[in-house]
C-alpha cells in the first residue's frame, strides 16, 4: 500500500486552498488527474508523476491541495458534469427523474473509475475521507436540500424514517443492478426503481 | 490479469459435480481455500497453491470442481454459517428481523473477503458469473421463497413493483453506511432500516 508523497510539514496550513491558478489551468489539471487515474490506478498514482504530465511543480501541487487524496477528490468533483444544486422542478419525483436524466452519461463514463477508488478507499483512510468530504458529502447535502423542499410542499412527512436512507436506497439501484443481473443501470430501471422503490418508502406515491 | 489454470478439453464434463470425498474432506478443502484466498487474494489464488495446501492433486480439484471461480463460489456458500432457507417466523417483519440476527457475525467475517472478490469479480467474468450461480441466486430464491409466504398471507400485494426490488434495498443498506458514514452495519441499523425502507417500500408497514 503506497500513502500520499506529500511532505508532512505543510500538512495543516496546505488546507487553507487558494487558488493561484486559472480556471482553465485548475481544469486542465484535473483532467491530467483522472486520465493518470485511469492509466494506473489510485496506488499507481503519484504526485511526480501528476507534475510531470502536467508539467508543473510538485510546490504548485502541494499549494493547490492538500495531497493525492484531496487532489484526486477535487478532481473528480470539479469535472462531473452533473451537480444535484441546479435541480429544482417543483415536485420530488420531478426532482428525482431529472437526476436520472442528466447523471445516467456520467455514471456510464466515472464507473470503472469509481469501482476502483471505491476499492483503494479501503486501504487508504485518506483517500477514504477525501472522497466523502469533497465529493459525497456535498452531492448528499444538495439531496437533502430537494429533500427537505418536498417536506415543505408537504410531499414527505416531516418525521418520515426513510428520510434518513434516500443515500442508501439509491446506493443499491446502482450497484445491485451489475451485481445481481449482470446489467449496468439505466434509464428505465432507474426511473422504475424511483417509482416502486425510494417514493413509496417516502410514503410519497 | 489470470485466468483459470484449469485445462480446457473438461469444461463442460466437469459440470456434473459429483462428490467423491467425504463431507469432512470436502469441508476442509472449502477452509483452506478460504484461508488462501484471505492471504493472497482471488488473482493470486492458483489451483496448484490450493493442491499443495491440502495435499490433494489437482486432478481431483478439477474432478470436484469446474475450475477456480466455481471452487471458490462453492467454498464460499458452503461456509456460510448463515442460510435464508430455514426462516420462517410466520411473518415478514420477523422472518426480516430473523435474518438481520442470524447473519451481523458473518458479514463482519466476510466483508473483506467479499469485497476483494467483488472487486476481482469485475475483471473475471467467469467468477463473477460463479458466485451469482453458487452464491447470489440461491440467496435470492430463498429470499423470494419468503416473500412469496407473505404475498399468500396477505401482507404484500402481488403486484407490489418493490417485490423486484428487495434485494437491490437490502445491498443499499450494507453498502452505503460504510460509504456514507464510514461505519459498519449493525444490526440495531439493519433492523431500523427495515422498518424505515424495505416493509414501507413493500407496503407491509
Not at 84 to 113: F, M, P
Request: hydrophobic letters at 40%; one cysteine or more.
Amino acid at each position: 500500500m503506497r500513502t500520499t508523497d506529500r511532505p508532512t510539514e505543510d500538512r495543516d496550513t496546505a488546507r487553507v486552498r487558494r487558488s493561484r491558478l486559472s480556471p482553465e489551468r485548475e481544469r486542465e489539471l484535473h483532467e491530467a488527474v483522472l486520465e493518470l487515474l485511469g492509466e494506473v490506478g489510485y496506488d499507481g498514482l503519484t504526485m511526480d508523476a501528476v507534475a510531470a504530465r502536467t508539467r508543473s511543480s510538485k510546490a504548485t501541487l502541494y499549494r493547490q491541495w492538500k495531497g493525492k487524496p484531496q487532489l484526486v477528490a477535487t478532481a473528480l468533483r470539479h469535472t462531473k458534469p452533473v451537480l444535484l444544486e441546479g435541480i429544482d422542478t417543483g415536485s420530488l419525483r420531478g426532482d428525482l427523474r431529472e437526476i436520472v436524466r442528466c447523471s445516467e452519461q456520467a455514471h456510464e463514463r466515472d464507473s470503472g473509475l469509481m469501482r476502483g477508488l471505491a476499492h483503494a478507499s479501503h486501504d487508504n483512510p485518506d483517500l477514504h475521507e477525501a472522497l466523502r468530504e469533497l465529493l459525497i458529502y456535498p452531492e448528499i447535502d444538495a439531496l437533502n436540500v430537494l429533500l427537505r423542499r418536498a417536506v415543505d410542499r408537504g410531499e414527505i412527512a416531516p418525521d418520515r424514517p426513510a428520510l434518513n436512507y434516500v443515500v442508501h436506497m439509491v446506493c443499491g439501484a446502482f450497484i445491485a443492478r451489475p451485481l445481481v443481473e449482470g446489467r449496468q443501470p439505466d434509464q428505465t430501471y432507474l426511473l422504475e426503481y424511483i417509482d416502486a422503490v425510494i417514493l413509496p418508502a417516502l410514503g410519497a406515491a
